[in-house]
Nanobody
Framework: QVQLVESGGGLVQAGGSLRLSCAAS????????MGWYRQAPGKQRDLVAT???????NYADSVKGRFTISRDNAKNTVYLQMNNLKPEDTAVYFC???????????WGRGTQVTVSS
């Protein structure tokens, strides 16, 4: 089994920054991709950013130029540096990994990010 634990959420004013972390633990042998998704109240869960094992990244258009995803393979940890935050970034942010030969999805419990105007 694989567990994901997120940290780093909180309340910040518009224009501020936050850094999210997500550490994977358990029976880990191959993480193919790591990423962050977010879900605002009453909306679906959307992709924010992903990073594959080779280091290539992908971002939602709404966060390009403001957010940076990175990973530490030795620590099985993924980070999301969020700069110039906007009120519309307010959501619960979920960590995701695709693990193993079948790229099975694992999810964290989520961390709240609230951006005040």
């Amino acid at each position: 089994q694989v567990q994901l634990v997120e940290s780093g959420g909180g309340l910040v004013q518009a224009g501020g920054s936050l850094r999210l972390s997500c550490a994977a633990s358990g029976s880990i042998y191959s993480i193919n991709a790591m990423g962050w998704y977010r879900q605002a109240p009453g909306k679906q869960r959307d992709l924010v950013a992903t990073i594959i094992s080779g280091g290539s990244t992908n971002y939602a258009d709404s966060v390009k130029g403001r957010f940076t995803i990175s990973r530490d393979n030795a620590k099985n940890t993924v980070y999301l540096q969020m700069n110039n935050l906007k009120p519309e970034d307010t959501a619960v942010y979920f960590c995701n990994i695709k693990h193993g030969v079948l790229s099975i999805d694992y999810w964290g419990r989520g961390t709240q990010v609230t951006v005040s105007s």
